[in-house]
């Protein structure tokens, strides 16, 4: 079993920027992949990041591309999600997921945080 508690998320103006983090414990060795989602109200849920903890490259949605950088402490088993250049569209319930396959589908990860709301005024 893996554990995910995310942490972060917040009120910030159009422009802004957050960090979001993500905590795993237990069996993480079993999740190869780790990755960021969110929904919005009304909304499916929608890939955001992902990377792999043996390596490779990230992968971002093109709607957040180089405006969110996703990054790791292995030795704190700790993802990050750092988004800048925040709009009012990013606002979203943002939830991280683990699992063994490269996916940007949901429904790939075995593993989720409970959510961390993030909004974005304008």
């Known amino acids: 079993q893996v554990h995910l508690v995310e942490s972060g998320g917040g009120l910030v103006q159009a422009g802004g920027s957050l960090r979001l983090s993500c905590a795993a414990s237990?069996?993480?060795?079993?999740?190869?992949?780790m990755a960021w989602f969110r929904q919005a109200p009304g909304k499916d849920r929608e890939f955001v990041a992902r990377?792999?903890?043996?390596?490779?490259?990230?992968y971002y949605a093109d709607s957040v591309k180089g405006r969110f950088t996703i990054s790791r402490d292995n030795a704190k088993s700790t993802m990050y999600l750092q988004m800048n250049s925040l709009k009012p569209e990013d606002t979203a319930v943002y939830y991280c997921?683990?699992?063994?396959?490269?996916?940007?589908?949901?429904?790939?990860?075995?593993?989720w945080g409970q959510g961390t709301q993030v909004t974005v005024s304008s």
């Open positions: 997921a683990a699992g063994a396959v490269m996916s940007t589908n949901s429904f790939s990860y075995d593993y």
């Open positions: 990377f792999s903890w043996t390596g490779g490259a990230t």
């Open positions: 237990g069996h993480t060795f079993s999740t190869r992949v």
